[in-house]
């Protein structure tokens, strides 16, 4: 089966300028986190939907941080604007709807902000 | 927020050493999940665990779920080059929206 798709790959910016990263689930998974992966960190979560819905968002940092599911499959996460902190590796996965079903992560989008 | 304490932080070992490393919480998690990630990459599926005493192997790593609900560790056996990289330990909380909370890594360091 395909993977998790996100892209950019990588994203260069300056502080205050904004960015967007673009996530497509596996095909069937209802469940879908966006991670925030600081250098030398484990991932840490930011959000999860389900379907098209937010489970939780209490570690998104929301004056900044902005994210939509809205047809249920693909996935946003949008900083606006960004700071020198947010530097850091943004990691999509995905999962099926089951109590501890194992997630699938994406290759994530790089991100420097300079 | 939860936090999963992982160690050690770091390993250096001899080709063909066995590793071991662990995770403990204060807190009961239903599930643990170990992954590998790989420079560039985002974090790949090792082993899952979802019984408290459950010991499961994949090829030469075993890893086990803690009677108490709040450890597990990863054992590595005959290391080979390929296990170069970073491990994660990782937990669903028991009560909540069942996020997956993650250690802080081990990273893996192998001299031929």
């Known amino acids: 089966e395909a993977g998790v798709a996100q892209s950019p790959r990588y994203k260069i910016i300056e502080k205050r300028q904004s960015v967007a990263f673009w996530c497509n689930p596996i095909?069937?998974?209802?469940?879908l986190y966006w991670y925030q992966q600081i250098l030398g960190q484990g991932p840490k979560l930011l959000i999860q939907?389900?379907?098209?819905?937010?489970?939780?968002d209490s570690q998104l940092p929301k004056d900044r941080f902005s994210a939509e599911r809205l047809k249920g499959v693909d996935s946003t996460l949008k900083i606006q604007p960004a700071k020198l902190e947010d530097s850091a590796v943004y990691l999509c996965?995905?999962?099926?709807?089951?109590?501890?079903?194992?997630?699938?992560f994406g290759s994530g989008t790089r991100l420097t902000v300079v | 927020g939860q936090q999963l304490n992982q160690s050690p932080q770091s390993m250096f070992i001899q080709e063909g050493e066995d590793v071991s490393m662990n995770c403990t919480s204060s807190?009961?998690?239903?599930?643990w999940l170990w992954y590998k990630q790989d420079p560039g990459e985002g974090p790949v599926l090792l082993i899952a665990?979802?019984?408290?005493?459950e010991l499961t192997s994949n090829g030469r790593l075993t890893a086990q779920f803690g009677i108490t609900r709040k450890d597990s560790f990863l054992n590595i056996s005959a290391s080979i080059p390929s296990d170069v990289g970073i491990y994660f330990c990782?937990?669903?909380?028991?009560?909540?929206?069942?996020?997956?909370?993650f250690g802080q890594g081990t990273r893996l360091t192998i001299n031929p």
């Open positions: 996965a995905s999962s099926l709807n089951m109590p501890g079903a194992g997630y699938t």
């Open positions: 095909s069937g998974h209802a469940t």
């Open positions: 939907f389900q379907n098209n819905g937010v489970v939780d």
């Open positions: 807190s009961i998690f239903n599930t």
């Open positions: 665990l979802y019984k408290a005493g």
């Open positions: 990782a937990g669903h909380q028991i009560q909540g929206a069942q996020k997956l909370v």
